[in-house]
């Protein structure tokens, strides 16, 4: 069955840092999304990503975060200068219809 | 976007049926019901959509009441690997496209042996 998959699974990373969260969607879908959620709370929407552009996001999706599709498999989401309580598990989403098939995670600490 | 209400945790033993009732009195006239799954340290997964009476798959139940104010899931038979948060999303129907979806704080479902 494909899925979605994320690397790296686990990322240190200094406060001020820039990370590169990397997803490889499943190949036939033309949606994508990153979601977050931080230890022991709810998942929450990020951003969403159709036809090469930003198509919905979040209060939460500031000017330090940006994605990308650099090319035709993956889908990144970047953060610029990271914070403390950036540190969450971060869930890239990818979707053909409304059913979502999300990827294992990257669990980012910002230390 | 209509507001859920589900319990917080149920616990239950191997083999018995769960049912988890998520409230969601202000459904519009186009809201589908969405459950999700999430393991700990997974990301969430598809398991059930209905509309109305009852959906059946190969995992799960769902009915749904003729007012659609709640629905309730029903998973037969479960075994320690159930052990799971279980989210009640209602919004848009799954052939609707590229929408983001709204989690609530789920229930927190443990399966003992």
């Known amino acids: 069955e494909p899925e979605v998959t994320q690397t790296p699974s686990h990322q240190v990373t200094q406060m001020g840092q820039e990370v590169i969260l990397r997803c490889v969607p499943i190949?036939?879908?033309?949606?994508f999304y990153w979601y977050r959620q931080i230890l022991g709370q709810k998942v929450e929407f990020l951003v969403s990503f159709y036809n090469n552009e930003i198509s919905e996001k979040s209060e939460i999706f500031d000017d330090q975060f940006s994605v990308e599709r650099p090319d035709g498999s993956n889908f990144t989401l970047k953060i610029r200068s990271t914070k403390l309580e950036d540190s969450a598990m971060y869930f890239c989403a990818s979707s053909e219809t409304l059913e979502q098939y999300f990827g294992p995670g990257t669990r980012l600490t910002v230390t | 976007l209509a507001k859920t209400t589900q319990p917080i945790s149920m616990d239950s033993y191997e083999g018995q049926e769960v049912n988890i009732t998520c409230s969601h009195n202000n459904i519009a006239t186009n809201d589908y019901i969405t459950w999700y799954q999430q393991f700990p340290s997974q990301g969430p997964r598809f398991i059930i959509q209905g509309y109305k009476t009852k959906v059946t798959n190969e995992v799960a139940s769902l009915f749904i009441p003729a007012d659609r104010k709640s629905s309730t899931l029903s998973l037969p038979r479960v075994s320690l690997s159930d052990t799971a948060v279980y989210y009640c999303l209602v919004g848009v129907s799954i052939k609707a496209a590229g929408n983001k979806l709204t989690f609530g704080g789920g229930t927190r479902v443990l399966v003992k042996p």
């Open positions: 190949s036939n879908h033309l949606y």
